[in-house]
C-alpha cells in the first residue's frame, strides 16, 4: 500500500504505471525505493522519482509521462562520454507542476545496471513491477553503507558525490569506504576453502542470490486463468572489487558487472 502510495505522488494512474514496468522491465530506484526500506516516520519522500530504463523501451517509457501523466520533457542530458564506465546513457527530465521524474536511460540490456553502480550500497534497492528488491539488506536496514569502490578506484570522488554521501550521513547512516567498519564479514581463504559471503565487495554477486532480500507485492493480474507475466528480468551480476581486505596487503581488485541471461 506504500507503494501505491508513493506512486499517487507522481502519478495520477498508478495501475498503469505498475503495468509499464512490468512491460518494459523498467524500475524504480534512487531514494524512492529506499523510502519503502524505511520506517514510514524515518522516511524522507523527496520530490523527485527515479526511473530506470533500457534504451529498447526509453520511448515507451518517456511517452508514458508525456501523454499519460501530463509531464513536460524539461532537459536531456547526455551522460555518456567515449571513455566512461558508467552505464548511463542519457537521462530525460520531466516535469508535472513541482513534481519530477527523472527517466535514466542505460545502453545495457538491463535496466538495473545503473543501479549496482550507485556512489554507495545505501541506494542499491529498486521496485518492480512485483516486487521491492534491497542487494544490501543486512546493511541497509542497520543504516550502514559501503562507499561503491568505483568511486574511488575511478576517481570519481568528485564534490557532488561526497556532498550525497555527506546527506546519507545526516540521515543516520553510517558511510564507510572500509566494509570492516560495517562489521564483520565472511571473506574468502588464501587457500580458496571458504566461499566469499555476500558481504565481501569481492564476492560475486548477483540480484537473485540468496543476499538479496524481495518483497512480493502479492499476486499479479490474471487473465483467467493464467497470470500474466512480462519477459523474465535478465539478471546482473557485480561485484564491487576495490582493495583487498586482507590486513597490510592492500591490492586493489577491478569491480565489473554483467548481464546474464
Ligand atoms: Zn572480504
Known amino acids: 500500500m506504500r507503494r501505491i502510495k508513493l506512486f499517487w505522488r507522481f502519478v495520477v494512474d498508478a495501475d498503469a504505471f505498475i503495468n509499464l514496468l512490468d512491460r518494459t522491465g523498467a524500475v524504480v530506484s534512487g531514494s524512492c525505493a529506499l523510502t519503502l526500506l524505511q520506517a514510514e516516520r524515518e522516511a524522507i519522500v523527496g520530490r523527485d522519482m527515479d526511473v530506470y530504463t533500457t534504451e529498447k523501451f526509453e520511448t515507451e517509457v518517456l511517452d508514458h509521462f508525456k501523454e499519460r501523466e501530463g509531464y513536460k520533457c524539461m532537459e536531456e542530458v547526455k551522460k555518456k562520454t567515449e571513455y566512461d ?81 555527506m546527506k546519507y550521513r545526516r540521515r543516520g547512516f553510517r558511510v564507510s569506504a572500509d566494509p570492516f567498519h560495517l562489521g564483520e564479514h565472511m571473506c574468502e581463504r588464501e587457500d580458496g576453502s571458504r566461499s566469499k559471503g555476500g558481504y ?62
Not at 535496466?111 to 554507495?120: D, G, K, R, T, Y
Not at 542499491?124 to 539488506?137: D, F, G, K, Q, W
Open 85 to 165: 564506465s558508467s552505464a548511463i546513457l542519457k537521462m530525460h527530465k520531466l516535469q508535472n507542476e513541482d513534481m519530477e521524474v527523472d527517466i535514466i536511460v542505460t545502453d545495457w540490456k538491463c535496466a538495473l545496471a545503473p543501479v549496482v553502480q550507485f556512489h554507495s550500497t545505501a541506494v542499491m534497492n529498486y521496485i518492480t513491477a512485483r516486487s521491492i528488491v534491497c542487494l544490501y539488506p543486512r546493511w541497509t536496514t542497520a543504516n550502514k553503507s559501503l562507499v561503491n569502490p568505483r568511486m574511488y578506484l575511478e576517481n570519481l570522488t568528485h564534490l557532488r558525490t561526497l556532498h550525497v554521501l
Open 200 to 261: 565481501c565487495p569481492h564476492a560475486m554477486r548477483s540480484t537473485v542470490d540468496d543476499d538479496v532480500l524481495r518483497w512480493d507485492f502479492g499476486p499479479m493480474k490474471t487473465l483467467g486463468d493464467t497470470t500474466i507475466t512480462c519477459q523474465d528480468m535478465p539478471i546482473m551480476m557485480w561485484c564491487l572489487g576495490g582493495y583487498e581486505c586482507v590486513e597490510g596487503d592492500k591490492d586493489v581488485t577491478i569491480s565489473y558487472m554483467l548481464v546474464s541471461a
